[in-house]
T-cell receptor, first 115, second 118 residues
Framework: NAGVTQTPKFRILKIGQSMTLQCAQD?????MYWYRQDPGMGLKLIYY???????DKGEVPNGYNVSRSTTEDFPLRLELAAPSQTSVYFC??????????????FGPGTRLTVT | AQTVTQSQPEMSVQEAETVTLSCTYD???????LFWYKQPPSRQMILVIR??????QNATENRFSVNFQKAAKSFSLKISDSQLGDTAMYFC???????????????FGKGTKLSVKP
């Protein structure tokens, strides 16, 4: 049971480039999330998904896109990278809305630098 | 909107001693969940302890316990018998219950950097 996995671990992008951050979970969780963590700050929600084919915006969605074609995968797409997107990105998942099933499990993070 | 405030950017404690990290939050909800997450230098987010707002009893997990004061909207973390491995950033987080399709997202404080000294 690998839990939540993220690739790549590190990436440097040039301004204007695009990339996709990959996230996968093998716990059959319904809910998946993308957060970003800026230096000295807590995590902020970018997008989330309540199941395959269903996504919605979080607190800081601008400059990102997501899709959820399967239960297991939840990729995050950065279009036209900007220096403001330099951050550490975390993917998380949880079983869903049942009582006691709300704990979120986090991946190891992707450190992204845009120069 | 809910907010979470951690007023101590950094703290230090001697090994084997006890330390308390503070957290306050603001919400109009009556039912919610509160969490403390640990982030060591490895960057992995690790759940330390959780508290359901409808439970009056304070949660305890081994050396970690909380002091949950609902009326004061306070949720402090006490670490007893501190160990070198407790050195990490600690984040307090709030979650609204996931009813009717709402997202149940975590709202984080800015964190407290805890250093355990030998």
């Amino acid at each position: 049971n690998a839990g939540v996995t993220q690739t790549p671990k590190f990436r440097i992008l040039k301004i204007g480039q695009s990339m996709t951050l990959q996230c996968a979970q093998d716990m059959n969780h319904n809910y998946m999330y993308w957060y970003r963590q800026d230096p000295g700050m807590g995590l902020k929600l970018i997008y989330y998904s309540v199941g395959a084919g269903i996504t919605d915006k979080g607190e800081v969605p601008n400059g990102y896109n997501v899709s959820r074609s399967t239960t297991e995968d939840f990729p995050l797409r950065l279009e036209l990278a900007a220096p403001s997107q330099t951050s550490v990105y975390f993917c998380a998942s949880s079983y869903g809305r049942l009582a006691g099933a709300y704990e979120q499990y986090f991946g190891p993070g992707t450190r992204l630098t845009v120069t | 909107a809910q907010t979470v405030t951690q007023s101590q950017p950094e703290m230090s404690v001697q090994e084997a001693e006890t330390v308390t990290l503070s957290c306050t939050y603001d919400t109009s909800e009556s039912n919610y969940y509160l969490f403390w997450y640990k982030q060591p230098p490895s960057r992995q987010m690790i759940l330390v302890i959780r508290q359901e707002a409808y439970k009056q009893q304070n949660a305890t997990e081994n050396r970690f316990s909380v002091n949950f004061q609902k009326a004061a909207k306070s949720f402090s973390l006490k670490i007893s018998d501190s160990q070198l491995g407790d050195t990490a950033m600690y984040f307090c987080a709030f979650m609204k219950p996931n009813y009717g399709g709402s997202q149940g997202n975590l709202i984080f404080g800015k964190g407290t950097k805890l250093s355990v000294k030998p």
